[in-house]
T-cell receptor, first 111, second 118 residues
Framework: SQQGEEDPQALSIQEGENATMNCSYK?????LQWYRQNSGRGLVHLIL?????REKHSGRLRVTLDTSKKSSSLLITASRAADTASYFC???????????FGSGTQLTVLP | DGGITQSPKYLFRKEGQNVTLSCEQN?????MYWYRQDPGQGLRLIYY???????QKGDIAEGYSVSREKKESFPLTVTSAQKNPTAFYLC?????????????????FGAGTRLSVL
């Protein structure tokens, strides 16, 4: 079952611009994670934000979480061609610490 | 791709054949997971295992089987009952949050196996 849904499905920007991706989820969560996937590769964890946090930074990444709206956003500042990848949000599900992943945003950064 | 090794990178299955995808981790993680990813889609959970000799079905377990005889290994068999096996398969592991205390459920992924049908 899909818990998180990303928006937009695809995003194309110029190098140096900021990229914003959004994730909506359905049930209450205690944390939300963002992952990155380069084409044909595995996922790599980027950042985790807890339900009692509103904003978190890691390098050029900024994540926000609005639990009242059940939504999160990932902002990549000063994007680079190497940021081209798919980005997924993931929320805890089930009783065994599983994660449910959204459908992803495909980001293309043009040089 | 951290300490998780998936093999082979590419695999071809003939009709009626069972094939096994390998997943090995050296991260000393308790939990391991198998996901299926179709083109342009997110990940769907096939099976997961929290401890050795125990595993649970995920959302799309039909046509798949797993074993967890060792902590480091969690092989996935795609059986002939899986009629549409063509996909990208990802293995992941996590520390299950029990050890050390307060650890987060961050998952670490292998590089994936792409399975196609001949």
């Amino acid at each position: 079952s899909q818990q998180g849904e990303e928006d937009p499905q695809a995003l194309s920007i110029q190098e140096g611009e900021n990229a914003t991706m959004n994730c909506s989820y359905k049930t209450s969560i205690n944390n939300l994670q963002w992952y990155r996937q380069n084409s044909g590769r595995g996922l790599v964890h980027l950042i985790l934000i807890r339900s009692n946090e509103r904003e978190k930074h890691s390098g050029r990444l900024r994540v926000t979480l609005d639990t009242s709206k059940k939504s999160s956003s990932l902002l990549i500042t000063a994007s680079r061609a190497a940021d081209t990848a798919s980005y997924f949000c993931a929320t805890p599900s089930g009783s065994a610490r599983q994660l449910t992943f959204g459908s992803g945003t495909q980001l293309t950064v043009l040089p | 791709d951290g300490g998780i090794t998936q093999s082979p990178k590419y695999l071809f299955r003939k009709e009626g054949q069972n094939v096994t995808l390998s997943c090995e981790q050296n991260l000393n993680h308790d939990a391991m997971y198998w996901y299926r990813q179709d083109p342009g889609q997110g990940l769907r959970l096939i099976y997961y295992s929290q401890i050795v000799n125990d595993f649970q079905k995920g959302d799309i377990a039909e046509g798949y089987s797993v074993s967890r005889e060792k902590k480091e290994s969690f092989p996935l068999t795609v059986t002939s009952a899986q009629k549409n096996p063509t996909a990208f398969y990802l293995c992941a592991s996590s520390n299950s949050g029990r050890n050390p205390p307060g650890a987060k459920n961050i998952q670490y992924f292998g590089a994936g196996t792409r399975l196609s049908v001949l």
